[in-house]
């Protein structure tokens, strides 16, 4: 049996100092390679919360995640960032592009901050990676200028430029109206199926989350349902 991904072994994330709230409680969970699965709940149930945690940007109060079996509470900040540049792609509601730069730019970021600058191989990567979306017309527009739908599947390029295992999408298609939201969830699904990459999607839309192949449900910071969907 291959190693998961990312591994939650009874993860628990507590807020505040006076009052503590449990936003997770005791979460074992596994995301393997290929995976294509959706996270669903209602709000406040944790969904951004467990995707924090999986993706490293969020350490938990209790408990371990592993990453391609390798133990993330022992790492300190840098050996954290080294890990989630390499392994993990984020996708974001309101995709965070930065403004002022350019399709291409955006997707190149990562990669540049991941080696220290701007190399042709990069800007080539780049490239091939917004072809692969269908937006090689646009490269050198100010996302500023994009429709909603473009700016998303940069998003969704700029997190395949590391060359992910997993991409942890929050919300991908929330803002978005339902062709533009047909449009990436497709695109999710082709990537996913042509380059093996895992994603975890959360979204409040029971009948797009039923579109992939495992169902997880999160109620009150505990997985309540995990269900194969292609059984």
Request: proline share 3%; charged share 30%; glycine share 8%.
């Amino acid at each position: 049996m291959s190693t998961p991904i990312v591994e939650l072994e009874g993860v628990c994330r507590d807020y505040g100092d006076v009052v503590i709230t449990r936003a997770l409680n005791q979460v074992d969970l596994s995301v393997e390679a290929n995976e294509f699965t959706s996270l669903v709940g209602p709000s406040g149930s944790g969904k951004s919360t467990l995707l924090n945690v999986m993706g490293l940007l969020d350490r938990p109060t209790e408990g371990v995640v592993l990453i391609n079996g390798e133990n993330t509470t022992e790492l300190d900040d840098d050996g954290i960032t080294r890990v989630r540049g390499r392994t993990l792609g984020f996708i974001f509601q309101f995709h965070h592009l930065l403004t002022g730069f350019t399709a291409l730019e955006n997707v190149m970021m990562p990669a540049a901050v991941d080696k220290g600058a701007f190399s042709e191989e990069i800007r080539q990567r780049g490239a091939d990676l917004l072809a692969e979306v269908g937006l090689e017309d646009v490269r050198d527009k100010d996302v500023r200028h994009l429709s909603g739908g473009q700016k998303q599947r940069v998003a969704i390029a700029r997190a395949l430029t590391n060359e992910p295992d997993l991409v942890l999408a929050d919300e991908p298609t929330g803002n978005l109206d339902t062709k533009a939201a047909d449009v990436v969830m497709d695109l999710m699904r082709r990537i996913n199926e042509e380059r093996g990459t895992a994603f975890l999607i959360v979204t409040h839309d029971e009948e797009r989350a039923r579109t992939c192949k495992r169902l997880l449900r999160l109620v009150d910071g505990e997985i309540v349902e995990d269900r194969d969907l292609e059984a």
